[in-house]
């Protein structure tokens, strides 16, 4: 077992964002998780990353309780993950921001050998073009595509991308795919969860699909049989499917 969430719980003030959540995420998984907004999903990705401690439960990666653990040990264990709204160090490079995920990654490398992390992982999502331009001066979309490059040059063994295809036309989303399938399989990242709206992108990617509803575990399962659930449907009724 990579990742395991026992009743996991995050309340802020009085509401229950992440309600006694549990969830085992093997190695070599692609997992898709879902649901509508609010229901949870980034809080979660907030819990297992440690920027939230949570109010309940324990979570163990590797075996090993990491419920406490400040986020830059997790990112040492291999847990990287892409934000929903990027943040970068605006004034440094994309070059330096892609070098510093390999430095302070499981990767651990030094400054010379994190630019060259980080010139391959900006040729790899597509912006080597781009690596000497502040950060602050990129589009949405390449600061995305920097965070994935980013992350990837963490190495991590657990992947987690929060709504990093939202806004992408159906070309680049098709790109970003292939391309994660690609580096999960040369790169050796043991899983990836993937936090999207957009339906054909989890169908196309997850094996399995864990459903968030109002804090709580719907359901999970295989993607199709899950999606396919009266439960999600109707918990979709309304929600705009795209
Ligand atoms: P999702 O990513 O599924 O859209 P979130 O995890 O962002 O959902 O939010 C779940 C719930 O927790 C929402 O009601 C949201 O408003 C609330 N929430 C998230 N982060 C905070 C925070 N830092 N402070 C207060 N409420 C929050
Ligand atoms: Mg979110």
């Given at each position: ?28 998984e692609k997992v898709g998780i879902v ?126 991308l929060?709504e990093l295809l939202a806004?992408m036309n159906p070309q680049d989303i098709n790109r970003i795919l292939d391309l994660i399938n690609k580096v999960k399989e ?6 990836i969860a993937m936090v999207e709206h957009l339906m054909h992108a989890i169908t196309k990617f997850a094996e399995r699909v ?12 295989p993607t199709m049989?899950v999606l ?13 499917l795209k």
């Amino acid at each position: 077992m990579l990742l395991k969430l026992e009743e996991v719980t995050k309340r802020f003030g009085g509401l229950i964002a992440v309600n006694s959540v549990s969830l085992e995420i093997d190695e070599g998984e692609k997992v898709g998780i879902v649901g509508p907004n609010g229901s949870g999903k980034t809080t979660l990705y907030n819990l297992i990353s440690g920027v939230y401690i949570p109010d309940g439960g324990r979570i163990f990666f590797e075996d090993r309780e990491i419920t406490n653990l400040p986020p830059h040990e997790r990112t040492k264990l291999g847990i990287a993950r892409t934000f929903q709204v990027p943040r970068p160090f605006g004034s440094a490079s994309v070059r330096e921001n892609v070098a510093i995920g390999a430095m302070f990654g499981r990767a651990n490398a030094s400054v010379d050998e994190a630019l060259e992390m980080a010139d391959r992982y900006l040729e790899m999502v597509g912006i080597y073009d781009l690596r000497e331009k502040e950060a602050k001066l990129l589009t949405p979309l390449e600061k995305k595509l920097m965070e994935l490059a980013r992350a990837l040059a963490m190495k991590p063994k657990l992947l987690l991308l929060d709504e990093l295809l939202a806004g992408m036309n159906p070309q680049d989303i098709n790109r970003i795919l292939d391309l994660i399938n690609k580096v999960k399989e040369e790169e050796n990242i043991a899983t990836i969860a993937m936090v999207e709206h957009l339906m054909h992108a989890i169908t196309k990617f997850a094996e399995r699909v864990v459903v968030m509803h109002q804090g709580a575990k719907l359901i999970e399962g295989p993607t199709m049989e899950v999606l396919n659930h009266p439960k999600v449907i109707e918990v979709y009724l309304g929600e705009k499917l795209k």
